[in-house]
C-alpha cells in the first residue's frame, strides 16, 4: 500500500477502531488502513478475560478476547491494512495525518476521511486529590486488570477498591478468586457505579463489603500503602467528622470513572462536548471537521462493549462514503439540549432526518420518570440511572415530525409517570 | 421458614425479591419481582446458582506468560473457587486456537476449559 491514497484511516483498534474499519470496507471504501498503538488488534479487550461481551451484538456471552478474534479475522479476511506499534502524533484541520512506528519513522498521510477511535483512559489518583502519603500500592483497576490477567502479577495481598465501577468490581472478584483478601469496595454516591449483574456476581458472590456513601480521605505508609482511612460523607459528598476507620491494606485500586482520549481530537480543531467527554457528532458521527468521525468510547463512554462497536459502524459507513461521492450533503441542523436530570446525549447534533439512535446518560438516579424529546418522542421509566445509559431509536419518519428548521430540542426527564 | 433475598439481574431496575422457604428447602412464595423473567430467574437462582468461570493459565509461550481461558459451560458457584485453585497448575503450549479445549471434565462436573484466544507462538 502507498501512504499516499488511504481512503479512511482509523486509529485505535479496540471494539471501536475494528468495527468502525470493518464497516468501511464494507461500504466500498478500498484503502482502509488500522493504526494501532499496541503490539496486536484488539485494545483493552485482551485484559477484559471475563464474560459479558458481545450479548447483544452477537447473541452470545463471550469473553473480551474471544470479542477481539471474531473482529481480528474479518480484519485480516477483508484485506484491511494495518500498522501496529504505530502511534498517531498529530492530525490536522486538514485532515494530514502524522504517524510514527520504528521500522517506517514518521509516515505522513492524507485519508480522505479520518475515524477516531482513541477509547478512553482511566480517571487516575491525581484527578480525585486524596491527601495522604506517595507510597507504592496504589492502581488504577485497569491497571490492576493488565498486571493480573496480562503481565502475570498480583498487585497485593490485602487491597482495597475506591469507586463502584465495572472494571474495579470485576477485579474485585479476579482478585477474590486468585486468592487475593478484597476487603471492601468503597463507593461515594448512595447507589453502585457499576451494572447490577457485576454488584451480584463481582461482589455478593465473594462477600466483599460494599460501602455506600463512604470514601477514602487519607493514604497511609512510607515505602507501601500500609492503611487506608475511610469516612462517610454527608449529602454535599464531604466527609462525616467523627465517622474515620483506618483499614490495613497494602493495595488501593481506583475505579473512579473513565475519560475519553481527545488529545488528537483536540489538535484536529474538533469540537468537544464538555458533557459526553468526546467530540460532538451528528447522527454519522461526523464531528465539526468534515471527514472526521468518531465512534465508540471516544466519544463517550458506554455500558456495553456491543454499543461501542455499534456506534463506530456508523462512523466506519459514512467515513466510506465520503472518498466515493465527496460532499455528503446535509439537510439542516438541530441541536439537543440537555434539560432537567439529562447529563449527556449523543448524537448531539442531527442534520438530514434518517433513523437516529440516540444515547442518553442521566445525572441522578430517578424512580418514575417520562423521558422527553421535544415533542416528537416520549417514554416513561419506572427507574433511570447514572449508570445504565437509556437508548432511544427514532425513525425517519418520527423526526418528519419535527417542524421545518427546528434548531433545538431540548431532551429531559419529567417527574411522573 | 426461612427467609432469603435475591437481587434479581435481568434489567436496570434490579429488583430486591424476598423468598420464602419451608423446612425442606422448597420455595413457597416469591415477593418483590416485577416481571415474569424476574421470577423465573430469582427461582433458578435460589435453586442452582451457577456462573461462567474466566481465568487465565500459565504458558510455555516467548510472547505472552498468562493466557486467557474460560469454562464452556456454567458452573455451580459454590465451585467457583476449587475451580480456580485447578486451573493454578495448568501449562498450555501454544498453537492454540480460540474454542480449543485445554482441561476437559474440570473436577469431574462434565464441564470443559476452554482458550478464549489464540496463541500461535
Not at chain 1, 305 to 315: F, G, K, L, M, P
Not at chain 2, 36 to 52: A, D, F, H, M, N
Not at chain 2, 70 to 98: D, F, H, M, W, Y
Request: net charge neutral.
Amino acid at each position: 500500500m502507498k501512504f499516499s491514497d488511504v481512503d479512511v484511516a482509523v486509529i485505535g483498534s479496540g471494539p471501536a477502531g475494528m468495527a468502525a474499519a470493518i464497516k468501511a470496507k464494507e461500504e466500498g471504501a478500498e484503502h482502509v488502513l488500522i493504526l494501532e498503538r499496541q503490539e496486536q488488534l484488539g485494545g483493552l479487550l485482551h485484559q477484559c478475560v471475563h464474560n459479558g461481551f458481545g450479548l447483544l451484538y452477537f447473541g452470545q456471552d463471550l469473553t473480551g478476547p474471544e470479542y477481539a478474534c471474531r473482529f481480528v479475522e474479518k480484519v485480516r479476511d477483508l484485506g484491511i491494512e494495518v500498522l501496529l506499534e504505530t502511534m498517531v502524533t498529530q492530525i490536522s484541520v486538514d485532515r494530514k495525518l502524522t504517524a510514527v512506528n520504528s521500522r517506517e519513522g514518521p509516515i505522513h498521510l492524507q485519508p480522505k476521511s479520518i475515524v477516531l477511535a482513541m477509547g478512553c483512559r482511566e480517571r487516575s489518583r491525581g484527578q480525585l486529590s486524596i491527601p495522604g502519603t506517595r507510597p507504592a500500592g496504589i492502581f488504577t483497576a485497569g491497571t490492576a486488570q493488565r498486571l493480573v490477567n496480562v503481565e502475570g502479577f498480583i498487585p497485593g495481598k490485602k487491597v482495597v477498591i475506591l469507586g463502584s465501577g465495572d472494571i474495579g468490581m470485576i477485579m474485585a472478584r479476579r482478585l477474590s478468586l486468585e486468592g487475593v483478601e478484597v476487603k471492601a469496595v468503597v463507593e461515594i454516591l448512595p447507589y453502585v457505579g457499576g451494572l447490577i449483574r457485576n454488584e451480584v456476581q463481582c461482589l455478593h458472590d465473594f462477600d466483599i463489603p460494599l460501602l455506600l456513601e463512604h470514601t477514602v480521605t487519607q493514604i497511609h505508609g512510607e515505602q507501601r500503602v500500609e492503611a487506608v482511612t475511610l469516612a462517610k460523607v454527608d449529602k454535599n459528598k464531604r466527609p462525616v467528622d467523627g465517622t474515620e476507620q483506618n483499614i490495613e491494606c497494602d493495595t488501593l485500586l481506583l475505579s473512579v470513572g473513565l475519560i475519553p482520549e481527545n488529545e488528537l481530537s483536540r489538535m484536529a480543531g474538533v469540537d468537544l462536548d464538555p458533557l459526553a467527554g468526546g467530540p460532538v457528532v451528528d447522527e454519522r458521527r461526523e464531528t465539526n471537521i468534515p471527514g472526521i468521525f468518531a465512534g465508540g468510547n471516544v466519544v463517550h463512554v458506554h455500558d456495553l462493549v456491543d454499543d461501542v462497536s455499534w456506534e463506530a459502524e456508523i462512523a466506519g459507513a459514512w467515513a466510506a462514503r465520503l472518498p466515493q461521492k465527496g460532499d455528503l450533503e446535509k439537510k439542516g441542523k438541530t441541536i439537543l439540549r440537555p434539560g432537567r436530570n439529562i447529563r449527556s446525549i449523543v448524537p448531539q447534533t442531527i442534520s438530514d432526518q434518517s433513523d437516529v439512535t440516540f444515547y442518553i446518560r442521566v445525572k441522578e438516579m430517578e424512580e418514575k420518570v417520562r423521558l422527553r424529546i421535544g415533542d416528537i418522542y416520549h417514554r416513561a421509566f419506572r427507574v433511570v440511572k447514572p449508570s445504565e445509559m437509556i437508548k432511544v431509536d427514532l425513525l425517519k419518519k418520527e423526526l418528519k415530525r419535527l417542524k421545518e428548521r427546528t434548531t433545538e430540542l431540548d431532551v429531559e426527564c419529567e417527574k411522573g409517570e | 421458614m426461612v427467609e432469603e433475598k435475591i437481587i434479581c439481574i435481568g434489567c436496570p431496575l434490579g429488583c430486591e425479591t424476598n423468598l420464602k422457604i419451608d423446612d425442606q428447602g422448597e420455595v413457597i412464595k416469591i415477593t418483590g419481582y416485577k416481571c415474569k423473567e424476574g421470577r423465573q430467574y430469582v427461582l433458578e437462582e435460589y435453586r442452582s446458582p451457577v456462573r461462567v468461570l474466566t481465568a487465565t493459565v500459565l504458558t510455555q509461550s516467548s510472547a505472552r506468560p498468562l493466557f486467557p481461558v474460560r469454562s464452556n459451560r456454567p458452573l455451580l458457584k459454590t465451585q467457583l473457587k476449587e475451580a480456580a485453585k485447578a486451573l493454578a497448575g495448568v501449562k498450555v503450549k501454544p498453537p492454540i486456537r480460540v474454542g480449543q479445549t485445554i482441561l476437559s471434565n474440570l473436577m469431574n462436573t462434565g464441564v470443559d476449559v476452554i482458550a478464549t484466544d489464540d496463541l500461535t507462538y
